[in-house]
C-alpha cells in the first residue's frame, strides 16, 4: 500500500492563493501507508512547504486505507496462518494505533488464536 499518485484540488479556499500550494501534495507520492505515516506526511507537508488543510485531510485519509483494506481483505476467507509472521499485512497495522501496538492486545489475541487453532 504505497501512494502512486497524488493531487489537490481547492474549489473553494481561505484565501485566493491557497490553490497555488496544491501541488504539495506531489511529496507524498511514493509514501507507505504504514506505521509512521503521520509522521512522514507532517515532514513532507507541514509548515511553510505544504498547507495544513491539504495536510490534515491526508492524515485523516492513512486510518481511512488501512481500515479500508483490512474490511475488504477479511470478506474473502482465509487460511489461518501457522504463525504470527504469515499473517498477511501485518506489518502495516504493527503500531499504527494503541490496539495494534507491538504488545497490545488486538496483537496479543491475534496471538493467541494462532496458538488455538495451530493443532487442528
Known amino acids: ?5 497524488a ?5 473553494k479556499a481561505p484565501n485566493e492563493l491557497c ?5 504539495s501534495v506531489k511529496k507524498i507520492v ?3 501507508i504504514a506505521s509512521g505515516f503521520s509522521d512522514q506526511v507532517r515532514k513532507r507537508l507541514s509548515g511553510v512547504v505544504g498547507c495544513s488543510h491539504l495536510t490534515h485531510l491526508i492524515l485523516a485519509m492513512g486510518p481511512a486505507v488501512l481500515h479500508g483494506f483490512w474490511a475488504q ?8 496462518p ?5 499473517v498477511p499485512g501485518l506489518p502495516y497495522l504493527i503500531n499504527c494505533c494503541r490496539l495494534w501496538k507491538e504488545d497490545g492486545p ?3 489475541r491475534l496471538h493467541d488464536f494462532i496458538e488455538r487453532t495451530k493443532d487442528r
Do not use: C, N, W, Y
Open 1 to 5: 500500500m504505497t501512494i502512486i499518485e
Open 7 to 11: 493531487e489537490a484540488e481547492m474549489h
Open 19 to 23: 490553490p497555488t500550494v496544491a501541488d
Open 30 to 32: 511514493g509514501l507507505s
Open 73 to 80: 481483505q477479511t470478506r474473502k476467507p482465509l487460511p489461518v
Open 82 to 86: 501457522g504463525s504470527f509472521e504469515e
Open 106 to 108: 488486538l496483537v496479543e
